[in-house]
């Protein structure tokens, strides 16, 4: 018997008497009957490995695959398919199912919700949970996180503007030491101005300015930028209106910081003598707004957690929405009544160049010219739209108004008097507050603009957007630099007033990226005393 290896396995050949042909027959039946066996042995050897193989690969698809006989998941890894691109399928399906699925979900196996990516992968170990449930509990954790950081920025506006309404301690201080030096000092109690200005006060050639302020820095601002600026100062008649507890002070403070031949003339409103039916209109006038204003603080008050971006709604929270100095523009014509056009500034601006020519302007039979249009072409306002100001769903509102309309600015503006009392705004203005009151408070927001807005309707003419360019004193403004640098006036119409504390933050001059200019503005203040200066401002 001889022994011959090949190719096909191992072939037994053994001599025989038959000859050549019995040896061949032996010859393939010996190979036969050994394939069999090998095929035996082959398969002895892979059914164990297979099983084995089967039986893992079942275990894994009970973690990998929601469903791994219906998607085929098992048979593409039996097969040798990709786990990277099985994973990211049977991951996308998931994160589509809990897409689809609407709200959060419930999963089985646990009854909290991770809090943190620590504990997801803690809980998707214990549980050993599929990608189903690692999909909804990331959701749930994603959104609940979600929830948190909106809330709290919600939280930190409102704080700042909180914030933004406090009276400053030097502020409060100024105050009280203008008014005890209005008690021991005869100097702050003279009469002013001076008898030989007297008549200047109601004489229509001169330039009347109004400020309405019960703040003796903003207006000390208001009346040194306009001065510094102007081409003929000697032309300007300041009309300062403040309320009875500042008036001691601020008549302290002009009296003992005099400047030649200009005319400040300050005025409390406890020395007016008004007729009673003014004085009772202005009483339901400011009863009005408190109901507005209190009506508007409880619906926000309820609805704290869920702040929507709607920051404006933060205005409740200003006292000027209710105050007194503030809503008193409205009565322009009564406080003046021998003045026929003034110019009114606000007094939380800055003048930056000559505003004598607004007096020579031609309103075109309008009673208020203001900032209509903005810089920034038709896309955008120079302050807010109506929809920011008015409620829509109110049919009133939305029958009469276009919610995309820009609303003109306050606080730059020049009034024809005249003209105000013969098209009786004032009655108008009203009528929109008892209109209000009767509606539930649900006309508009709190603030001095929107009733103001109502009644100046199609009495407005338009001025060029320079003028005046608001909106400085915003966490984020977005201003042009160019025209920070050149507008006549800037307005702090934000809640970030120049003497507060929030309002040095650099935050408040970047305009589009860039630093302003106006972040070097900075007041200066000596202590109070005969060698006093006025508040100025001044660049570095």
């Known amino acids: ?65 929601s469903s791994p006989i219906a998607s085929g998941c098992l048979t593409w890894r039996f097969f040798g398919g990709s786990d990277a691109a099985l994973l990211r399928e049977e991951l996308m399906r998931a994160l589509l199912e809990a897409t689809d699925g609407g709200g959060v979900g419930t999963v089985d196996g646990s009854n909290s919700e991770p809090v943190s990516f620590k504990d997801l992968v803690k809980d998707m170990s214990l549980n050993r949970q599929d990608l189903k449930a690692f999909a909804f509990k990331t959701k749930s954790m994603i959104a609940k996180m979600e929830h948190i950081v909106k809330t709290a920025q919600w939280h930190e506006s409102m704080y700042w503007h909180l914030a933004a309404h406090s009276v400053p301690k030097g502020l409060h201080c100024l105050s009280l030491e203008m008014a005890e030096e209005y008690a021991v000092n005869a100097a702050a109690r003279s009469r002013f101005p001076l008898p030989q200005y007297i008549l200047r006060l ?72 008004w007729p009673h039916e003014v004085n009772v209109a202005v009483k339901e006038m400011l009863e009005i707004h408190h109901q507005i204003g209190n009506h508007n603080f409880r619906s926000l008050k309820e609805n704290l957690e869920y702040g929507n971006g709607n920051h404006h709604k933060l205005d409740v929270f200003s006292p000027s929405s209710i105050s007194l100095l503030n809503h008193l523009r409205i009565y322009l014509p009564e406080l003046f009544p021998d003045l026929n056009k003034v110019v009114f500034l606000d007094h939380d601006v800055v003048v930056q160049r000559d505003i004598s020519s607004l007096w020579d302007l031609n309103l075109n039979q309008k009673a208020v010219a203001a900032v209509v249009d903005s810089w920034c072409g038709t896309d955008c306002c120079p302050g807010r739209k109506y929809n920011d100001y008015f409620n829509f769903t109110n049919p009133i509102i939305s029958s009469l108004l276009d919610k995309n309309r820009c609303g003109w600015l306050y606080g730059v503006n020049v009034f024809d008097l005249q003209r105000w009392r013969n098209s009786n705004i004032t009655a108008v203005y009203h009528q929109w507050l008892k209109l209000s009151l009767n509606s539930g408070f649900e006309l508009w927001h709190p603030g001095v603009l929107p009733p103001a807005l109502l009644a100046f309707e199609n009495h407005v003419h338009a001025i060029d957007p320079s003028w005046h360019i608001a909106g400085l004193g915003h966490r984020y403004p977005r201003l042009d630099e160019h025209m920070l640098e050149t507008a006549a006036v800037v307005h702090f119409s934000g809640p970030a007033k120049p003497w507060l504390e929030i309002g040095s933050s650099e935050e408040l001059f970047e305009a589009e990226g860039r630093r302003s200019s106006l972040q070097s503005l900075f007041r200066h203040c000596s202590s109070v005393g005969n060698n006093t200066h006025i508040c100025i401002y001044r660049r570095r």
């Not at 090998?38 to 002895?44: Q, S």
């Not at 400020?211 to 009309?239: G, Q």
């Open 1 to 65: 018997m001889k022994l011959y290896i090949s190719a096909t396995g191992i072939t037994r050949l053994a001599a025989s008497r038959g000859g050549a042909g019995g040896v061949f027959r032996r010859m393939k039946s010996s190979k036969r009957r050994l394939s069999h066996r090998t095929i035996r042995l082959l398969a002895g050897l892979l059914l164990p490995f297979l099983f084995v193989r089967s039986a893992l690969l079942l275990l894994e698809s009970a973690a990998l695959c």
């Open 202 to 273: 109601t004489d229509p050639s001169f330039h009347h300015v109004v400020l309405l302020t019960d703040n003796i820095l903003a207006a000390s601002v208001v009346i040194s930028s306009t001065l510094k600026t102007s081409s003929n100062p000697d032309k300007l008649v300041f009309h300062v209106v403040t309320d009875k507890k500042t008036y001691t002070s601020m008549h302290a403070w002009f009296s003992v910081n005099t400047v030649d031949s200009v005319v400040v003339e300050v005025k409390g409103l406890h020395q007016y003598d």
